[in-house]
């Protein structure tokens, strides 16, 4: 069964870069949700997607920007980047406005130098 | 505030053993109640989750787990552990309601060692 995709799978930057990241959610689902998972923390949320509109907002940096695109993939853009932001980031897709499952992709670790 | 605790950082336990670890929130109103694991440098599996119904539910891998209300937990436990069992788990919540968005907000997490 097809996952959810994200890419890069690693990626290193220096202080006061730019990073993209991808996440390519379940055909057909239409929620995507990005979380942050620091070193040795718990994910913390970030943003969520329903239908290429912003649906929720969380402990997300003015520095960070995202968005879903008309074939629902999605993109989180971080600007100036920080040491702090060195973290694991995980997109989760679902189906749907009713709760439904989250399936987690394998994550993007950004190494920020 | 909604929150989730993980009471237990770090649990050791002998392969053969049974396990639980526990979990409480705290929420406005009864939530979505989930069990995540991790493997080292990889991504959240499902274990289970309760939306409604009966309070003890199954999950893969042998788990299970038992919704209390009374007690605002709903801990995570496994007759007997297996040494693949060694994981990073965490217990995560979400709201209901057409308000909500699905958005899961997660405990601390709880690391297992499952000694030989």
């Known amino acids: 069964a097809a996952g959810v995709i994200q890419s890069p799978r690693h990626l290193i930057k220096e202080k006061r870069e730019t990073a993209t990241l991808k996440c390519y959610p379940i055909?057909?689902?239409?929620?995507v949700y990005w979380y942050q998972q620091g070193p040795g923390q718990d994910p913390q949320f970030l943003i969520s997607?329903?239908?290429?509109?912003?649906?929720d907002k969380g402990s997300i940096p003015d520095r960070f920007s995202a968005q879903q695109f008309s074939d629902y993939h999605s993109e989180l853009n971080m600007s100036s980047l920080e040491l702090g932001d060195s973290a694991l980031y995980f997109c989760a897709s679902s189906l749907g406005t009713v709760y439904n499952e989250q399936f987690f992709g394998p994550g993007t670790r950004l190494t920020v130098l | 505030a909604q929150s989730v605790t993980q009471p237990d950082i770090h649990i050791t336990v002998s392969e053969g053993a049974s396990l639980e670890l526990r979990c409480n929130y705290s929420y406005g109103a009864t939530p979505y109640l989930f069990w995540y694991v991790q493997s080292p440098g990889q991504g959240l599996q499902l274990l289970l989750k309760?939306?409604?119904?009966?309070?003890l539910v199954q999950g893969i891998k042998g788990f299970e787990a038992e919704f209390k209300r009374s007690q605002s937990s709903f801990n995570l436990r496994k007759p007997s552990v297996h040494w693949s069992d060694a994981a990073e788990y965490f217990c995560?919540?979400?709201?209901?309601?057409?308000?909500?968005?699905?958005?899961?907000?997660f405990g601390q997490g709880t690391t297992l060692q499952v000694k030989p």
């Open positions: 309760y939306f409604s119904g009966d309070t």
């Open positions: 995560a919540v979400a709201g209901r309601g057409s308000s909500n968005t699905g958005k899961l907000i």
């Open positions: 997607f329903y239908e290429k509109m912003q649906s």
């Open positions: 055909p057909r689902h239409d929620t």
